[in-house]
Nanobody
Framework: QVRLVETGGALVQPGGSLTLSCIYS????????MDWYRQRTGKQREMVAQ?????????NYADAVRGRFTISRDSAKKTMFLQMTSLRPEDTAIYYC??????????????WGHGTQVTVSS
């Protein structure tokens, strides 16, 4: 069983910085395309940042966070990070760690952590 656990959510002031961590464990042979999503109150869950887990590392960012957020991964520690800077009130959301897990030749499961709350407010 693949498990994802997010940590690092907190209350921060506008303009501040925060780093979220996603620790992953279990059978990781089929895991690829890890990412961060967030869900603001009353809104649908939206993609924040994505990173590949095999071959050349590639990243992708939502327009709203590009230039302010950085996604990275430490394979030795089995941890993915989301470094956030210049935080804005609209960044307030529950942040989720996600991953695709191929369990067979014809089936890919979506794996989610339980989320961590980030609140940006003065």
């Amino acid at each position: 069983q693949v498990r994802l656990v997010e940590t690092g959510g907190a209350l921060v002031q506008p303009g501040g910085s925060l780093t979220l961590s996603c620790i992953y464990s279990g059978n990781l042979d089929g895991v690829y395309n890890m990412d961060w999503y967030r869900q603001r109150t009353g809104k649908q869950r939206e993609m924040v940042a994505q990173i590949s887990t095999s071959g050349p590392s590639t990243t992708n960012y939502a327009d709203a966070v590009r230039g302010r957020f950085t996604i990275s991964r430490d394979s030795a520690k089995k941890t993915m990070f989301l470094q956030m800077t210049s935080l804005r009130p609209e960044d307030t959301a529950i942040y989720y760690c996600g991953a695709d897990n191929r369990v067979s030749a014809i089936r890919v499961d979506r794996i989610w952590g339980h989320g961590t709350q980030v609140t940006v407010s003065s």
